[in-house]
């Protein structure tokens, strides 16, 4: 597990999404469920629990506009409050791919940081999304000006996550709890014995989520 004092920084390559590294799951017109990594990750990372979801849905994994260490991210840890910056240039380069697509793209699931620049695409418009769905991640911890419009749409969210997952030590559980509660329909799978991971029972939650999210098409 890293912790903030073995952080490297991070280096922006591109203002935009890397095309020639997306990896779909298929190429048609069924809505997209986008897949974001985690911070040092890459874009093979979450496609991976693609033949574990439901395939009514087609599923997009994007790689981070940030180059770290061997892999990449979509802003620098840890986050400083006062420095949105980078998460919101990261939120902007999906966006703009977003409007690019065809097909419409309906959801995200995203893991550690994928999961914090989901939630902050609702952050900056609360209908950018239909549902998202949170591994391990966290809110930006400061206000945006999109916050009071999130709460009263306030789409489904389903927050996965280990009880001894050091990111969410100090208190800081409960702040997701109490952000996720009060500006998404939230559902929680807390795995007790879980780390900075996702586990099978965690990946069933998901599964049944996006099932229920597949058939209010």
Do not use: C, K
Not at 8 to 16: I, N, Q, Y
Not at 28 to 33: E, F, G, N
Not at 187 to 197: F, M, N
């Amino acid at each position: 597990m890293t912790t903030p004092s073995q952080y490297a920084p991070v280096e922006l390559l591109s203002t935009t999404i890397d095309e020639t590294a997306v990896i779909r799951s298929r190429d048609d017109q069924r809505p997209v469920v986008l897949l974001l990594h985690g911070l040092g990750s890459h874009e093979g990372d979450l496609a991976g629990l693609v033949p574990f979801l439901p395939q009514e849905l087609a599923y997009v994994s994007l790689r981070g506009i940030y180059r770290y260490a061997q892999g990449y991210a979509w802003f620098e840890m840890p986050m400083d409050p006062e420095r949105p910056e980078a998460l919101q240039t990261s939120a902007a380069a999906v966006e703009h791919w977003i409007g690019a697509q065809d097909a419409p793209v309906i959801g995200a699931i995203g893991f550690s940081q994928g999961g914090a620049l989901a939630l902050q695409l609702l952050r900056r418009d609360p209908r950018a999304l239909d549902f998202v769905v949170n591994l391990s991640g966290f809110p930006f911890p400061a206000p945006m000006p999109g916050d009071d419009a999130l709460a009263e749409v306030r789409p489904p969210a389903l927050w996965g996550h280990g009880g001894m997952d050091p990111h969410f030590a100090d208190g800081r559980e409960a702040a997701v709890r109490e952000f996720m509660s009060a500006h998404t329909r939230l559902e929680e799978e807390r795995r007790p014995q879980l780390g900075h991971a996702v586990d099978e029972v965690e990946l069933r939650a998901v599964a049944s989520f996006l099932q229920r999210r597949a058939a209010e098409l």
